[in-house]
């Protein structure tokens, strides 16, 4: 049961969100909003009010970066459009407020919204993610009759349910869509990820020597089962996430970052941004994250040694390999034999959790070809139950917890948005302004993706990479065809015609 410290920080959360936006720009204040919230901020506490989604850690930093960056953005126009209005009213003649207008220049946080392919698609899959939802209810109107009780039908109201906790998760996606736009701000968020990670390495190394305690001893409860981070002899640490594998995943996020800056840097804080990595790698191997180390371990070498072709090269065959996983896992053709004997050479008791994760995915899999389009929906209706009403059935992957709950619809929209960006890329590699920095954060976006087919693990910080990967690839596509110079020129002249109503002009 977490305690009052819980709850005041998960209500203060706003208010410390507001600092960031008092001292930083817009990008860094939303970057460290999101990132800081899904670190420190407690599991247990959410407050479940009705038609609204619960407030917790995911909601509450997704919600105030969105508000507050809205918040300073218009604020900023107004005060900029009542200066410029100002300084017009001394010019003598409309001409010369057209030459005034010509020679500003927008934010990059305040550029028009625009009309373009990356913006149709993301609209598409938006749209396939929500109307699945609609599908999911009207194929699951009967109720599931076991031995000892009655799993519910679906309503509409478990549709729209449905519906706000996916847009509740796609906070972060969207924010990072329209905020994070530019290089600087992708710099910027690889930063935070490493100092964060560095942060985080500190407290999980008391835990490696005290036991995982620190949400015991701060917010009053333990966020997961207690054995599961027992590891050879010694502990597994979690700080203040939901589970191990988690942390151990956000190390590995630090680590790529950082030699993904350290590759971009200039020679004089090269050796800084290794010796980071060189740490936080020491703090994973430590933390006993057998996936984070070996996802760390392959794609170091593509981050610090591979050309930025080589990168997106990469970068797509992981982001397809996610995305064809299931359709090769229900075919037959993924050797899982052959992948448990070699994690049995690793370690033996890893090797037994593995293959039992994957005797799961199959049953859960099969039970999920019922209704492969729509799914099951909730109330656990797409777990697998014995002959006597008990549950048989374990869902650690996200990949065969989304096709489970809404079908392969919501796992084409849900995994279209997060695997398409690396795709785009390769598309576009000879008209987009492709560099380190973005095919370096395609390689980090789809180690994150790797994750998703083991474990359960769609957090912000992904979400918050995939949209950021995604605005930059529409701006540099604009810019490279020549489209945002004529766009932004259209732009200036509508507000010259809308001043040009409000100021008199002087004879």
């Not at 407030?55 to 509450?60: M, S």
Request: with cysteine; hydrophobic share 50%; charged share 15%.
């Amino acid at each position: 049961m977490p305690n009052i410290i819980a709850y005041i920080m998960l209500f203060f959360w706003p208010m410390i969100s507001w600092g960031f936006f008092r001292a930083f720009e817009i990008p860094k204040a939303v970057i460290l909003t999101i990132v800081l919230g899904y670190l420190f901020l407690p599991v247990a506490p959410a407050i479940d009010m009705p038609l609204l989604p619960p407030l917790d850690k995911t909601f509450v930093p997704s919600l105030t970066a969105l508000v507050f960056a809205w918040l300073r953005s218009s604020h900023q126009t107004t005060t900029d459009d009542i200066s410029s209005r100002r300084a017009a009213s001394i010019s003598t003649t409309s001409a010369q407020l057209r030459a005034d207008i010509a020679t500003t220049t927008l934010e990059p946080w305040r550029k028009p919204r625009r009309k373009s392919r990356t913006n149709l698609m993301i609209t598409l899959l938006c749209g396939l993610i929500f109307w699945g939802c609609w599908l999911t209810y009207s194929a699951n109107t009967t109720p599931i009759d076991l031995p000892d009780e009655t799993l519910p039908a679906l309503r509409p109201y478990d549709a729209a349910s449905m519906a706000l906790s996916i847009a509740v998760q796609l906070l972060a996606f969207w924010v990072a869509r329209a905020y994070l736009r530019t290089r600087e701000a992708q710099t910027t968020l690889l930063r935070v990820f490493v100092f964060s990670a560095l942060a985080y390495s500190c407290l999980a190394l008391i835990e490696l020597r005290l036991s995982p305690q620190l949400n015991n001893w701060i917010y009053g409860f333990f966020p997961h089962e207690w054995r599961q981070h027992l590891r050879n002899g010694g502990y597994r640490p979690i700080v203040f996430l939901s589970h191990g594998l988690r942390l151990g995943m956000f190390l590995t996020l630090g680590i790529l970052s950082a030699a993904l800056l350290a590759r971009v840097s200039e020679k004089r804080i090269r050796t800084g941004w290794l010796a980071a990595c060189l740490w936080l790698l020491i703090v994973l191997f430590l933390s006993k994250n057998l996936g984070a180390v070996l996802i760390s371990m392959i794609l170091l070498p593509v981050i610090l040694f591979f050309s930025a072709r080589m990168q997106i090269w990469v970068a797509v065959a992981i982001s397809l390999l996610v995305l064809l996983y299931p359709i090769g896992r229900g075919a037959g053709y993924i050797p899982v034999e052959r992948m448990v004997a070699a994690m049995e050479a690793l370690s033996p008791e890893r090797a037994s959790s593995f293959s039992y994760r994957l005797d799961n995915e199959a049953i859960l899999l099969e039970k999920a070809n019922l209704k492969p389009l729509t799914g099951w929906g909730g109330y656990n209706r797409s777990r697998v139950f014995d002959e006597w009403g008990n549950d048989i059935s374990t869902v650690d992957g996200q990949w065969i917890l989304i096709i489970g709950t809404y079908g392969w619809i919501g796992f084409i929209g849900q995994f279209g948005l997060l695997c398409f960006p690396a795709l785009l890329i390769w598309r576009m590699r000879k008209r987009l302004e492709v560099d380190l920095i973005l095919t370096g954060s395609a390689v980090l976006l789809a180690g994150n993706l790797v994750d998703l087919i083991p474990n359960s693990s769609s957090v912000p910080p992904l979400w918050l990479m995939a949209g950021a990967l995604w605005s930059q690839i529409d701006d540099r596509r604009v810019a490279f065809s020549g489209e945002a110079a004529l766009r932004q020129e259209t732009r200036r002249a509508e507000v010259a015609v809308r001043r040009k109503k409000i100021v008199p002009r002087r004879t």
